[in-house]
């Protein structure tokens, strides 16, 4: 056993700490904060929200906690689209022409009033996507607002950002957002485009449209120019829509590999540039020199936070050998504490389901686990309540690198453990996928780190921490994980030609 894991004690039990295994009854700590809704929305297009017509459809964006519907949304067609890019097109000339200064002017603005309707924001993500109003408040809405910031000081040094060359916008982007982090993703999409003199339009994802229709509030509010960001909600089919649209200069596409594959081939039919930002199964791995405790708070951010929705999730830990059953004993300690439900309340560690679909896909990866032979743990008791779409955060052991739940993406609150006995073999494990977003290595030797970073392809590396952002970091995937980079100075690469 290592010193650090050594030195870590269990909980004692007393009369006022738990026992092994048990968890504290927190009273329930709803959010007070009410938002209004809306019964239909339409798009938001040259700066003004549609109104139906008779042959508008609509679908309605539920509550994935209770399974209510929120509000009706319009379901965009190929005509609301040309109208989009129609729009982006005649606001670019003039948007284009203001100096960096100026646009950078509006960004700030746009930062400031999310941060101000930061707690609107944040219940509203946690309702319509089912996230822990601590994960949406703490994490998603700040970066959203950070993202406008970084980029508004970035919009008047372009030229610094690209030294001897003469930065120009592409013109007008077709961006695509998956679900997962609603605002945080619309936020990395326009504010570098918008920074670069590009303008835009957006489509959210079908399960998660409301937070990108109140940033078009926003931009209301700010008096963002017409038609410089449009906003098209609707399903795969409006995606597909844009995707192919003949009026776009630039692709911008967040979400599946399957569906970036789509979009890669629709960007290169009409020779357009595309960055892709796809999926993973990234590996964490724990040496047996780490301190176990921290590392285990790891792995817990890394796949159960935002139920494991999360494109650069731990999927796969690794761990050596020698720690194995160490680090096994302490994550199911860690994990029978784990508060499983409501979104709205501050105690609630990990939420609901986004979806009834991607709860089935879940569940389907489940049992297959199960079939391959692998060993399901779900250390959490307690009930979820009864409507809505849960998951118990779990684990898996026995499992092989030919598994599919060590090989697939499942989206969801499930980890594959796995062990290791070396630093080589580690490597060669991790390596071993077709996707490359992020890996998180966990040592107390910086020689260590270095030459595993060096060595993992994968896109982001944390050491002894994981899922960290920040806007001047750029983010990004090697292989089937995407190509191109958002955020940081290398981001706005994406959104300029020279
Ligand atoms: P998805 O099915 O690929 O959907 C992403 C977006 O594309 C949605 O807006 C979707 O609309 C739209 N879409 C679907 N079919 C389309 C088509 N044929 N043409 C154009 N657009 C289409 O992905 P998802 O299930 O929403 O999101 C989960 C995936 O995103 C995971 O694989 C995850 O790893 C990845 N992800 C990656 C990152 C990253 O930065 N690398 C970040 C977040 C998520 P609908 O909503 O109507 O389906
Ligand atoms: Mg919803």
Redesign the pocket.
Known sequence: MNEHASSQTEPKADARSLRFGESWDYAPAPESVKVEIAEKYGHYINGKFTTPTKTTKFFGSINPSNEKVLCKVTQGTKKDVDKAVDAAKSALTGWKRLSGKERGKYLYRIARRIQERARELAVLESMDGGKPIRESRDVDVPLAAQHFFYHAGWADKLKYAFPNRDPQPVGVCGQ??????PLL?AAWKIAPALACGNTVVL?????TPLTALRLAEIFDECELPAGVVNIVT???A???A??EHKGLDKLA????????K??AAAAAERDIPCTL????KSPNIIFDDASIDQAIEGIISGIYFNQGHV??AGSRLFVQESVLDEVIRRLEWRMKSLRVGDPLDKNTDVGAINSKAQLATINRYLKIGSEEGAEVHVPGGGEVPAKGYWCRPCFFTGVQQSHQIARE?I?GPVLAVMSFRTPEEAIQRANNTPYG?SAGIWTDKGSKMFELAGKLKAGVIWCNTFNRFDAASP???YKE??FGR?GGMQGLRGYVKF
């Open positions: 695509i957002i998956p679900w997962n982090f993703m489509k959210p994802a079908e399960t609707g399903d795969g409006t995606g597909q844009l995707a596409f967040t979400g599946s590999t399957s569906v970036g789509k979009i930002e796809l999926g993973g494109c650069c993406e989206f977003l983010f990004g995937g994980s995407g958002e």
